[in-house]
């Protein structure tokens, strides 16, 4: 063997899935727009992004067997190509994850494919306990201190945070009817895949998303969007009071605009692969679009498990990683790095962060599945 065993690399370090980066919730205010470290590294690299690790050590092993067969050029070359790709196989400590990882391959033994995240259904209470202890029937329940407290926190700390009865069953119903005309209607053409930094426009590509979409102005056609109208509305207000609850979610000294709103409809076997919304670090980035914060509603009424297309959210991914997140979903998803599926349920509202932090992709819908979506912006100057 060509390195040092692996035995001499057992570490005191434990990357075990979400609990290092969960952790950050107790930090104060001021750390909220820290971009996510893993902290028990102290270099000045951030640890090696879970999607990386599996290729980085099956590298290192390639390389090693090749030394072993005296190919030492080879062997070298991709050693070098498994260190680029995660800095930390070069110590002479190897991280927990690298010790195991490294056991199972040379083993022969490939990982486990990983198990599917919780599945964020009707019962919310065990994902976000904060939240589900105010959420009440009843117009705005989220509108009172306590519950824009615990919603705020739970986006700060967790990068997303679901509203259940956001309108009200009769406003989810009423918006559903009116997508459902919509779509009816023709109003409604398949999505566009945009290159970051390209705006709106865009090419249409089956395989990153197959959903229909159109972007709506309440205004043009006010007795058919009222729903949406209504829903949009909404929305800036919870928007709004979470900004004025809690400034730290926002970069400083920012205004907020929004969008036009997106409706949506996934046909049967739709879909939109892993992507983020925006590509931009705390606000920086060639590729930066200016989106805060995606807020999605659900308008879907009695779904079931086997009806599919829910939302899944992945881990946090490193800033300005966006080629790597574009390339590496599917590496990703087999190596665990999924956090959370959330349900497409009727009069639900997803908020996350559109950047870096949150990753996700729809999964296949098992029958026609209708949502909105809000992005709201933020820039450096200017008012709300
Ligand atoms: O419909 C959803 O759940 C999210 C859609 C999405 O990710 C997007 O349009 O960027
Ligand atoms: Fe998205």
Not at 80 to 99: K, Q, V
Request: glycine share 10%.
């Amino acid at each position: 063997m060509w390195f040092d065993p692996p035995q001499s690399r057992t570490g005191s370090h434990s990357h075990r899935g979400g609990e290092v980066w969960l952790r950050s919730c107790t930090a104060s205010e001021e750390d909220a727009s820290a971009p996510v470290t893993m902290a028990e590294f102290t270099t000045p690299w951030a640890p090696t992004a879970k999607p990386n690790r599996l290729p980085a050590v099956l590298l290192y092993i390639e390389g090693e067997a090749l030394c072993d067969a005296n190919a030492v050029a080879e062997g070298v070359t991709k050693m070098r190509e498994a260190f680029a790709l995660a800095w930390e196989l070069d110590l002479p400590e190897w991280p927990g994850w690298a010790e195991v990882l490294y056991h199972q391959l040379s083993n022969g033994l490939v990982p486990a494919g990983a198990p599917p995240p919780p599945l964020l259904s009707a019962d919310t209470s065990s994902v976000q306990p904060e939240v589900a202890s105010h959420a009440r029937d009843g117009r705005a329940w989220w509108s009172s201190d306590g519950a824009l407290a615990a919603i705020a926190e739970t986006l700060r700390c967790r990068n997303h945070v679901v509203v259940d009865g956001f309108l009200g069953r009769a406003g989810g119903v009423a918006l559903r009817v009116a997508l459902e005309r919509a779509w009816g209607g023709g109003v409604l053409e398949p999505a566009k895949v945009a290159l970051p930094g390209d705006g709106l426009n865009g090419q249409r590509s089956d395989r990153t998303r197959s959903d229909h979409i159109a972007w709506i102005d309440a205004a043009e056609d006010a007795a058919r969007w009222a729903p949406l109208a209504t829903l949009v509305d909404a929305a800036d207000a919870l928007v709004r009071a979470l900004r004025a609850a809690a400034p730290g979610l926002a970069r400083k000294g920012s205004a907020m605009s929004r969008m036009r709103p997106m409706a949506s409809r996934y046909g049967v076997g739709a879909a939109f692969a892993r992507h983020t919304d925006n590509h931009c670090s705390n606000g920086h980035g060639p590729h930066c679009n200016g989106r805060w914060l995606t807020a999605v509603y659900y308008a879907n009424d009695s779904w079931s498990e086997a009806d599919g297309g829910c939302l899944r959210l992945f881990r946090p991914q490193g800033d300005e990683g966006d080629e790597d997140e574009q390339a590496g979903g599917a590496a990703a998803a087999a190596a665990g790095d999924a956090l959370l599926d959330v349900a497409p349920l009727g009069d639900r509202l997803l908020l996350f962060f559109s950047d870096f932090r949150s990753p996700h992709e729809v999964l296949p819908a098992a029958k026609p599945r209708y949502a909105t979506t809000i992005w709201y912006m933020e820039r450096d100057d200017g008012d709300d």
